[in-house]
């Protein structure tokens, strides 16, 4: 069964500072993966997806993540934080049929 | 853009009332989903449907059923409603059944409170 951990319910960075949100996978084979992002009062949106090719994944608001299958991680990151950026977010995982799993969460706090 | 449109954003009801959660997709999608959504436990998904009149049970269905007459709407369906179903819910769909590389695009929830 595939499953995906995220480390960290809540993390804590700097105006300025680098964002690293960290998940990993486990999976029986070759994973898609995902990062939604869910501002409050809001659904989820799609931040990035890697399904083949390049392992540097770059997606929206200048954050991307990378696939390494030797770590079975797929952690994100954003070299400058903003204000914005405040947000919680899910690392996902899809298997056949389409049900997409979804991490716990990590909630992203950006200290001014 | 694809756009899911849960029916309301906010709903209040009484312990023991039958509930109807609506969303409709407006990008002729086959696949859509209800969740749910609760702090420290993640998205939890409840139903689930390929098809139009086709369901199929998530991981957590009891006291959930669902409901799907036409392609583009999707609705939950609380039988008789507990304090426990108190939560965000979710409705998401996906194109094209088998290609498990298309994301799921998400309405912006429905809070429900059981009273």
């Known amino acids: 069964a595939q499953s995906v951990t995220q480390l960290g319910s809540h993390v804590s960075v700097s105006e300025g500072a680098l964002v690293l949100l960290r998940c990993n996978y486990s999976?029986?084979?070759?994973?898609?993966l995902f990062w939604y992002v869910q501002y409050p009062n809001q659904g989820l949106q799609l931040l990035l997806k890697y399904t083949t090719g390049a392992t540097l994944v770059k997606g929206i608001n200048g954050f991307e993540a990378e696939f390494k299958k030797s770590e079975t991680s797929f952690h994100l990151t954003k070299p400058s934080a903003h204000m914005s950026d405040a947000a919680e977010y899910f690392c996902a995982v899809s298997k056949i049929g389409d049900k997409i799993i979804f991490g716990k969460g990590t909630r992203l706090h950006i200290l001014p | 853009d694809v756009k899911v449109t849960q029916s309301s954003r906010y709903l209040v009801k009484r312990t023991g009332e039958k509930v109807f959660l609506e969303c409709v997709q407006d990008m002729d999608h086959e696949n859509m989903f209800w969740y749910r959504q609760d702090p420290g436990l993640g998205l939890r998904l409840i139903y689930f449907s390929y098809d139009v009149k086709m369901k199929e049970k998530g991981d957590i269905p009891e006291g959930y059923s669902v409901s799907r007459e036409k392609k583009e709407r999707f609705s939950l369906i609380l039988e008789s409603a507990s304090t426990n179903q108190t939560s965000m819910y979710l409705c998401a769909s996906s194109s094209t059944p088998g290609t498990p590389n298309q994301p799921q695009h998400f309405g912006d929830g429905t809070r429900l409170s059981i009273l």
């Open positions: 999976s029986s084979v070759p994973p898609y």
